[in-house]
């Protein structure tokens, strides 16, 4: 019998710091997780950098949302071939491979601009080869972490290594938008393309030996489809994935706003931008003790009922600010909605998951996230440059507003998220 079928409420576990951050405990991921801190950091760096030159040089929001799309759809594309990647060869290699061609690729980036490439378009094509790679690796990058910690160990491990992502995004604009004030843009580029050396360094010195993986050797699209009728099987999954898409589509274009709004409508400099960019990330950092369990194992479904609503509100708030204490405080709340959302749904899919088909149900989930945000991000910006930022962000914002308001009134939308994991035989997924 497929997990989902015997449901039963998550019970609240222990309690306390030494809980949410047990999985620390385990050398191999605390190894990843240091590198990965840093090597986000950098990606960072360039996530703000990138947009700021571009509306530096064209003045328009739509080459934003374009940068953004560039760099972030192909992970969607690419995502059946990436999954079965995941499942099918060892993680640990090819994420070393994968992070090693990203490095040179942020080299090429840096190296284009410091010879005075100040094409538009150049620089979008320079940040989807980026794109690409990533589009390769990061299922690969979201099945690997569960295998460096013990099952009971995996909400905790799932939970910082989204706390690491938000902590990244809280240096690394803050230090970009230093760095662009001070030094220029070359400096923020190359920062990036030398941050890789963290990952690549804790990836040789994770122990293969202690690292779990099921290899299941498909064929590409035998695989997808697979995986396609194995998280129809299995509810908890479905809602996870919609839920994270959602937030994708409507909420996360906001960071592409951060630019647009400092420039156009708060009239700041870059070190405002970069302290601004940051706030998301501080706003995460504040909400990981929920989902790192510090106040207990909580309900995954009421957590979300709560958190989209305000999520939702932090978002109007932002859009609708006309000065920077405005603007921040969204920013700042709307990176504990997030990260409460997104980290929440990613925990239920990955304790639901069968170890055996995580690579390509990992793959589907985020080519659902990384194809609903570029999207998003596209038509929000291109909005803007009509009819102006505030009333598209505050539109986006009412939308969400109206979905949390949706699931409030009817939890049995996301009730599912409380699955048990899936300990079927491998036989089920081959008939699914």
């Known amino acids: 019998m497929l997990g989902g079928r015997g449901r039963s409420p998550a019970p609240e576990g222990p309690r306390g710091l030494a809980h949410g951050l047990r999985a620390l405990r385990h050398d191999n991921y605390r ?39 560039a760099s972030i759809f192909p992970v969607m ?67 690997f972490v569960p295998t460096l910690v013990e099952t009971e160990d995996l909400p905790s491990a799932i939970s910082l290594n989204s706390l690491q992502f938000n902590i990244a995004r809280a240096i690394g604009p803050a230090a970009g938008g230093a760095l662009i004030a001070a030094l220029g843009p070359a400096w923020a580029f190359g920062l990036n393309a030398a941050s890789f050396g963290a990952v690549l360094l804790a990836l040789a010195l994770v122990d293969p030996r202690s690292t779990r993986q099921h290899r299941n050797p498909q064929p590409i699209i035998k695989g997808f489809v697979s995986s396609i009728r194995y998280i129809r099987r299995q509810p908890g999954i479905g809602v996870g994935i919609a839920l994270a898409a959602c937030v994708a589509f409507l909420g996360f274009p906001v960071i592409s706003f951060v630019v647009v709004y400092a420039k156009h409508v708060y009239r700041v400099d870059p070190w405002a931008l970069g302290l601004l960019s940051g706030l998301m990330g501080v706003g995460a950092i504040l909400a990981a003790p929920i989902v790192a369990g510090v106040f207990g194992d909580l309900s995954r479904a009421k957590t979300v009922r709560v958190a989209l609503p305000l ?7 932002f859009g609708s600010s006309t000065t920077v204490l405005q603007g921040s405080i969204g920013l700042l709340f709307s990176g504990m909605g997030f990260l409460t959302i ?91």
């Open 31 to 69: 190894r990843f997780w240091i590198g990965a801190l840093v090597s986000n950091s950098g990606t960072w760096l360039q996530n703000l950098t990138v947009p700021y030159v571009l509306l530096e040089i064209t003045d328009a929001a739509s080459w934003v949302g374009l940068a953004a799309f």
């Open 77 to 143: 594309v690419l995502g059946p071939v990436a999954g079965n990647l995941a499942d099918r060869f060892d993680r640990r290699k090819v994420l070393v491979v994968g992070q090693f061609a990203a490095a040179l690729a942020a080299a090429a980036l840096c190296a284009a601009w410091v010879w005075g490439v100040r094409s538009p378009g150049a620089l979008v094509a320079l940040a989807a080869v980026g794109g690409v790679i990533s589009g390769f690796t990061m299922p690969t990058w979201q099945s």
């Open 311 to 317: 999520y939702g509100l932090t978002i109007m708030v």
């Open 342 to 432: 997104v980290a929440t749904s990613n925990t239920a899919v990955q304790t639901i998951v069968a170890d055996r088909i995580r690579g390509r149900v990992m793959a589907t989930r985020i080519m659902s996230f990384t194809g609903a945000y570029p999207l998003g991000a596209l038509l929000q910006t291109a909005l803007a440059d009509v009819v102006g930022p505030r009333p598209v962000v505050t539109t986006a914002g009412a939308l969400l507003t109206l979905a949390g308001l949706i699931i409030v009134f009817r939890p049995s939308l996301v009730a599912r998220l409380d699955d048990p994991p899936d300990t079927s035989p491998p036989a089920s997924a081959a008939a699914a």
